[in-house]
């Protein structure tokens, strides 16, 4: 494994390295700051024959970028240069280093988006509204002092540049220590910009990690979401680093090594403590950098996750300007949050970086979905090749699917840790031909024979009606989803239906299949699970006379509800030929338990147990059905009142089903009908227009 924190960060220090013993070592090849380095250009230039026939050569001028850094040529200057070279002298230095400052800020490089991403610099949102561009103050991510030259940086990019410069003078560019060799993406784009491209500084650590890494090319790594890990429902990307080797022979993957960023929990906390800590900053990120086919290994053989690979359409300079950002941000150790500082996050900043006419990551508000960034990536033409890696049970999958198949591996790594091609046709689950991640749906329907208009909203991620193509297949998840209905009636003998209704808060519900007929069927039998958290309408069933409960006639209450299913399933049907694909069509029988409070329930809350048995059947590839009844038994605790129940059995009917008109765009109908006599409003149907985006 790569020693990917081989180089600890210290605080600048004076250094008195450039003294030389003797004029014979100006003809060594010792790397030189890059004020000295211009010193002795202007003293061998000046004492230099074809010079000396200058009659009109009044100064020396070191040309970047169009702009001049001119040195009085004068026999005192001429001779301070050579003391500079001999004694570590610095009167010419400190004129030198005022004129890059100088050049800087005429350049504004201290406001340029480069030396910002470089920081984490963010506008500093508790400041006060600046007047103009130069006034706005800026604030960094980064807590640690030694990550900063001056004592002021983290809150002045402007005071940071000029010590930076002031700095590489004063300390010279040999030496791990050394501000240039601590942090080499500063210094090369700083070396871009003030024309200083001939300094070459004398690195060996980073040199070694560099020679180590060899990279030539960057791709991103997505692994499709992992059903039984919650902490991985959303799916997971890193960066593969390809070198000369991995080039040349796509299977030799142990030439090439993978960037991961994740977050460096403690694996001893509960779930909830973990989930909780990843969600809110309470963890720190871990950047490692390891061989490439231990880490896809884990992917395809332990986890049983198929994994894409998209090349990313960077030149040779940005592939080695973001592994020199790597390299001096790998230790920081900055607060993770799952869901806007994540791995998928970190790759749009280090585009960022060496783009600084584009900001990915301010595509994304609520957060920084994997799918959604490789989406982005190919919208902004950044991918220039995909390749697909079945996983281990995906092979098995294809084997049973077609038994002729014997020679497929049983794995896509063999024991040498080389590539094994295959011929498998890519499961339906590339998130390049997913739907876009948020939905919206407006629809109109009935309750009873009251009408109401629709309007839901649901952050990400997919339902069972949606389109299938891109997701793992029989996993359905949903976050941050909302639906308002607005009830319009004239009839007021049937009491007040004009209003706006809360319908369904979901903060996440979702089902996971995994048919026992198929290579993908768990560690038990009972492997078929789902599970919601959500605030949603409901009719108690415990009263008997519904309609003398306020007047309403519907008897329906928003509720917090807690519920979890366990059961199994089987797949059936035609899977596609010559893949892994599982069978399209599928049917489950859940046990379920669940968990009410509101103040519409009787007694405030019920608590119940039951089934749900269903079927989604797949016509095609853009329309599906999905049929299912649930049989729950709920509880409320014994009562002396005859018109109230204790207990009660309450099942529901639901019908669904949807037609895809393309990728992002659908119509969508459903309903639902309560099996218990006595409840007003039994029946519910709706017709909505589906547009994901």
């Not at 890990?229 to 990307?237: I, N």
């Not at 689950?429 to 997913?434: E, G, H, M, S, V």
């Not at 876009?436 to 339902?463: C, E, H, V």
């Not at 729950?632 to 037609?659: C, E, F, M, R, V």
């Amino acid at each position: 494994m790569v020693n990917a924190k081989s180089v600890v960060l210290s605080s600048t220090k004076p250094v008195s390295s450039f003294l030389f013993k003797n004029k014979s070592m100006l003809n060594s090849t010792v790397s030189l700051s890059p004020i000295l380095v211009m010193s002795a250009a202007a003293s061998l230039a000046f004492s230099a024959p074809a010079m000396a026939q200058q009659q009109n050569a009044q100064s020396t001028t070191l040309q970047a970028d169009n702009t001049s850094l001119n040195i009085d040529a004068n026999p005192d200057i001429k001779r301070n240069a050579a003391i500079t070279l001999e004694s570590g002298n610095q009167p010419l230095s400190s004129n030198l280093t005022d004129q890059l400052i100088q050049k800087a800020n005429q350049k504004n490089l201290a406001t340029h988006p480069t030396w910002l991403r470089l920081h984490y610099y963010e506008p500093d949102q508790k400041a006060k509204a600046p007047t103009s561009t130069k006034q706005r103050t800026y604030k960094s991510k980064i807590e640690k002092p030694e990550f900063f030259i001056n004592e002021q940086g983290k809150t002045d990019p402007q005071a940071e540049l000029e010590a930076f410069i002031k700095a590489t003078v004063t300390q010279g560019i040999d030496g791990d220590d050394s501000v240039v060799c601590r942090f080499p993406a500063r210094t090369y784009w700083l070396k871009e910009q003030l024309g200083l491209e001939q300094v070459q500084p004398n690195c060996p650590d980073f040199d070694a990690w560099l020679k180590n890494l060899d990279p030539q090319k960057l791709s991103v790594v997505f692994a499709e979401e992992y059903p039984d890990r919650p902490v991985s429902a959303f799916g997971h990307t890193l960066m593969l680093i390809d070198s000369t080797a991995s080039l040349a022979d796509p299977k030799a993957i142990d030439k090439a090594h993978a960037l991961n960023d994740t977050v460096a929990g403690n694996p001893d906390d509960s779930f909830i403590k973990y989930a909780i800590n990843s969600a809110f900053g309470g963890y720190p990120n871990d950047i490692t950098i390891e061989p490439y086919p231990q880490k896809l290994a884990d992917y395809l053989q332990n986890d049983n996750r198929d994994v894409w690979t998209y090349g990313l359409n960077l030149t040779k300079a940005e592939v080695q300007q973001i592994m020199r950002h790597v390299y001096e941000t790998k230790d920081l150790e900055l607060p993770y949050y799952f869901t806007m500082d994540n791995c998928a996050s970190e790759i749009l900043r280090y585009i960022d970086v060496v783009r600084p006419n584009g900001n990915l990551l301010d595509e994304f508000t609520l957060a920084v979905v994997p799918s959604d960034v490789v989406r982005l990536l190919q919208k902004e033409g950044l991918i220039d090749q995909q390749n697909y890696f079945p996983s281990d049970k995906t092979l098995a999958q294809a084997k049973l699917n077609n038994s002729q198949s014997t020679q497929l591996p049983s794995s896509s790594i063999d024991a040498n840790n080389q590539l094994i091609p295959t011929q498998l046709t890519p499961v339906d689950n590339n998130p390049l031909d997913a739907h876009s991640l948020q939905r919206m749906k407006i629809g109109a329907g009935a309750q009873d024979d009251t009408g109401y208009i629709s309007l839901a909203y649901r952050g990400g991620f997919n339902d069972p009606l949606d389109r299938p193509s891109g997701y793992p297949q029989n996993f359905h998840l949903e976050a941050g989803s909302v639906e308002l209905r607005v009830y319009k009636d004239d009839e007021k003998n049937k009491g007040d239906h004009n209003r706006v209704e809360l319908q369904e808060l979901a903060i996440l519900r979702g089902r996971s299949f995994n048919p026992i007929n198929t290579a993908k069927k768990g560690d038990s039998l009972f492997s078929s699970w789902g599970v919601n958290v959500q605030a949603t309408q409901v009719k108690d069933g415990s009263q008997m006379n519904n309609n003398n409960r306020s007047g309403d006639p519907d008897s329906s209450h928003l509720v917090g509800s807690f519920g979890y299913e366990k059961g199994i399933s089987a797949a059936f049907g035609s899977p596609q030929a010559g893949s892994g694909q599982l069978p399209p069509q599928v049917c489950y029988a859940l046990g379920t338990g669940l968990a009410q409070v509101g103040k519409g329930l009787s007694k405030g809350y019920r608590v119940g147990a039951g089934v749900n048995l269903g079927c989604r059947y797949q016509f095609s590839p853009n329309a599906r059905l999905i049929g299912e009844v649930q049989v729950p038994y709920w509880y409320h605790g014994s009562t002396d009142n005859d018109q109230i129940k204790g207990s009660y059995w309450q099942p529901i009917l639901s019908l669904g089903a949807q037609y895809d008109l393309d990728r992002n765009k659908a119509i969508r109908i459903q309903g639902s009908y309560e099996l218990q006599d006595g409840i007003e409003g039994r029946d519910d149907i709706q017709l909505a227009y589906v547009t994901y985006f």
